[in-house]
């Protein structure tokens, strides 16, 4: 990974924040680390909803 990736990632981990979410349909766990206040809610396995857990 070049340089420039390392800063976003670095810097997501530093202040960004990581929600653990389990799908309501497929059950599928995920894990998201962003900058925004909530993550998103739509599971990328099934089009189905997360709820987050714990």
Same mark, same amino acid.
């Not at 070049?2 to 995920?30: A, H, M, P, R, T």
């Given at each position: 990974? *070049?340089? &420039?990736?390392?800063?976003?990632?670095?810097? !997501? !981990? +530093?202040?960004?924040?990581? #929600?653990?979410?389990?799908?309501?349909?497929? &059950?599928?766990? @995920?894990?998201?680390?962003? +900058? *925004? &206040? +909530?993550?998103? #809610?739509?599971? @990328?396995?099934?089009?189905?909803? #997360?709820?987050?857990?714990?």
């Amino acid at each position: 990974m *070049n340089k &420039k990736g390392n800063i976003l990632i670095d810097s !997501l !981990l +530093e202040q960004g924040n990581i #929600y653990k979410l389990k799908c309501n349909k497929c &059950k599928s766990v @995920s894990v998201q680390i962003t +900058e *925004n &206040k +909530e993550p998103d #809610y739509k599971c @990328s396995d099934c089009d189905g909803t #997360y709820t987050i857990i714990k």
